[in-house]
């Protein structure tokens, strides 16, 4: 499995590396082989299997989306390829998202959403139903997102905000994106091992490790609020 | 007569005063910020007041603030007025002038609150450090500051002195736009935070201790340089040996030591003087905790807790890590994925804390052994001093339970 860490050095505010790593780490312990490149801004996108987009502040976001105009991403998202998206890399996905100030900001438009600017920042811990499974982490964006006809949210917020109090993120065939941001699929192993599943089209063995312990005491703190 | 507090200023210092050993008595805490807020609510122009006729620096950065600030005050070794650790805003800083007459001052300044404390305080000089990720959920991400920073030093009085680190980009945007300008050029290995130009968003492009962006922002010609353990500024070259670890401390000492030149004393004696300081309310000391001793370190963000683990020896020592996600801490534990654990592959790491699972997913992720503990009775006995590297409310939790 061939993992590209998008701009790392703009998309990169709050840990983000820690979902390259938990997917590298999950999927070498098993056998899969997995080679993760990071992309920097003067680099040429490479040819993946899954691209990452993490958080970024509202300059190095605006560039990035600049940046990401020029390459191959959309067509080879469209031939196959997958994505995984934090907090500014899932506005950046969307056809518009606003930063500074109202001005709505032209994205990428691989997913039919958009995002203005909320009222209030949303931060803190964030709990969401993700199909049979809970998903833990923390957010800190000043976003509100609205889907377009069709596009499936991630999961139905319990705790938090997500993209607007109801639901966090979307889904799509080959894109899941999320405002749980940072290291999301370090703290969630089921979800890490969904996205090696889908990529790799391999089932995979159960592997224990201490980040299901991390994983069950978020979950019963979130639980109780 | 101007530097006469009015009626009003005199009503507010006497409250202050009150509320100060009020608070020291009844040992609800050093007494220095209750009676601050007390004294500011009363006069909001007391900090202005009792600015006048001092000499003052204010120190500020998101790490080396509390260590740079005591360097500054050994380094000028006679009387000078200071804030307490931690107590870095205006209520600090009115209760640490009120609580000297002593004529030079050195505040510790927090970042978001320098742009007031520079315009209530009027300093001769303002040293700056650095600006990185910190905290992220409860305070304004960096570029903002270093945004603030700019425009309050566009408006400072030409007195003004500002003594700046010319390898943090964050830094040089904020401070190119003053009218007197020390440059240092001090080793800066945290660089994530800048990677793409303050002014333009391009990418900077790094090579061999220097940087610079395609529309002309570069780093500028410095005048303090740090070579291992020699200091030169200007045509002084100064060989120094502190009492605190780290080649990073060597340049906060090489910037105090700048700010102290501006105001005439000798880099060869505030260098010579800045030896006093051996540990700054805890940090780098050792304690003793059931006949162990712990080796201090605190380290509250990525850029800190690279730098400490670069500057950890690479023998034999326990390496205990305490890890705490309360509101002084921010809430968030994220940025454990922004400090390089990898360096410690080969070590075993002791997690400790209110969230050492978190660490202990960090650690298994990045290979190195760990333990988690639970309890800490179950903690081996020691071989050697323990490093024990802690963020905020973790220090102070093991400063607690320690003892010197």
């Given amino acids: 499995m061939k993992i590209a860490l998008i701009y790392p050095e703009l998309l990169g505010t709050y840990g983000d590396y820690g979902n390259a790593l938990a997917l590298s780490q999950r999927s070498t312990r098993r056998g899969i082989d997995v080679e993760v490149m990071s992309v920097a801004i003067t680099d040429e996108l490479p040819e993946a299997d899954l691209y990452l987009l993490g958080g970024g502040e509202d300059g190095p976001q605006r560039l990035a989306v600049d940046l990401l105009k020029k390459t191959s991403l959309s067509q080879r998202v469209s031939k196959g390829a997958h994505v995984f998206a934090v907090c500014a890399g899932l506005q950046i996905l969307g056809n518009s998202f606003s930063v500074e100030g109202d001005d709505a900001y032209e994205g990428l438009s691989l997913v039919d959403v958009e995002t203005t600017r909320g009222v209030v920042r949303s931060v803190g811990e964030l709990f969401a139903q993700v199909g049979e499974n809970k998903l833990v982490g923390f957010e800190n964006h000043g976003g509100v997102t609205s889907l377009g006809r069709g596009v499936a949210p991630l999961g139905n917020v319990l705790h938090g905000r997500g993209n607007n109090g109801q639901h966090d993120g979307f889904v799509t065939d080959r894109i899941w994106a999320t405002y749980a941001h940072g290291p999301v699929l370090a703290m969630n192993p089921w979800l890490c091992d969904e996205v090696i599943t889908k990529v790799t089209g391999r089932t995979l063995s159960p592997l224990s490790t201490v980040a299901d312990q991390l994983y069950a005491e978020r979950f019963t703190s979130l639980s109780s609020r | ?404």
């Fill in chain 2, 1 to 404: 007569m101007s530097n006469r507090p009015s009626p009003r200023g005199v009503l507010a210092l006497i409250a202050l005063r009150t509320v100060n050993s009020l608070s020291r008595v009844t040992g609800r805490g050093s007494g220095t910020v209750a009676g601050g807020r007390v004294g500011l609510a009363i006069c909001p122009k007391l900090l202005s007041t009792l600015s006048k006729n001092r000499e003052i620096v204010l120190v500020s950065a998101t790490n080396g603030k509390t260590t740079t600030t005591a360097l500054s005050v050994a380094g000028w070794g006679m009387n000078v007025a200071t804030n307490a650790s931690g107590a870095n805003m205006p209520a600090g800083h009115v209760a640490a002038l009120a609580a000297s007459k002593a004529t030079r001052v050195v505040l510790e300044t927090d970042e978001a609150w320098l742009p007031v404390v520079i315009e209530a305080t009027n300093p001769n000089v303002v040293v700056l450090l650095n600006l990185s990720r910190d905290q992220l959920d409860r305070a304004t991400e960096v570029r903002a500051i270093a945004e603030r920073w700019r425009s309050s030093l566009s408006k400072a009085s030409n007195r003004l002195v500002v003594v700046a680190n010319a390898n943090d980009p964050l830094v040089v945007y904020a401070s190119e736009v003053a009218e007197t300008i020390r440059w240092c050029d001090i080793e800066t290995s945290w660089t994530a935070d800048a990677v793409s130009c303050p002014k333009c968003t391009q990418s900077i492009t790094r090579s061999a201790g220097t940087w610079s962006c395609e529309c002309g922002f570069a780093k500028p010609k410095c005048t303090t340089r740090v070579d291992g353990n020699e200091v030169r500024i200007g045509d002084d070259s100064v060989q120094v040996e502190l009492n605190i670890p780290g080649q990073f401390n060597v340049g906060n000492a090489a910037m105090a030591a700048t700010a102290l030149e501006v105001l005439g004393t000798e880099p060869s004696k505030s260098l010579l003087n800045m030896r006093s300081v051996s540990g700054i309310a805890g940090r780098f000391t050792i304690r003793q905790w059931q006949g162990r001793k712990l080796h201090m370190l605190l380290a509250k963000n990525p850029a800190g807790f690279n730098a400490l683990l670069e500057s950890l020896n690479p023998g034999s020592d326990d390496v205990w890590i305490a890890i705490n996600a309360r509101i002084a801490d921010g809430k968030d534990p994220s940025w454990l994925y922004d400090v390089s654990f990898e360096q410690l592959q080969g070590r075993k790491v002791w997690c400790l804390g209110d969230r050492r699972l978190d660490l202990a997913t960090r650690l298994d992720y990045a290979n190195v052994s760990y333990e988690v503990v639970d309890d800490l009775n179950s903690l081996p006995k020691p071989t050697s001093t323990t490093e024990l590297l802690a963020n905020y409310t973790a220090f102070s939790d093991w400063m607690q339970r320690s003892s010197q």
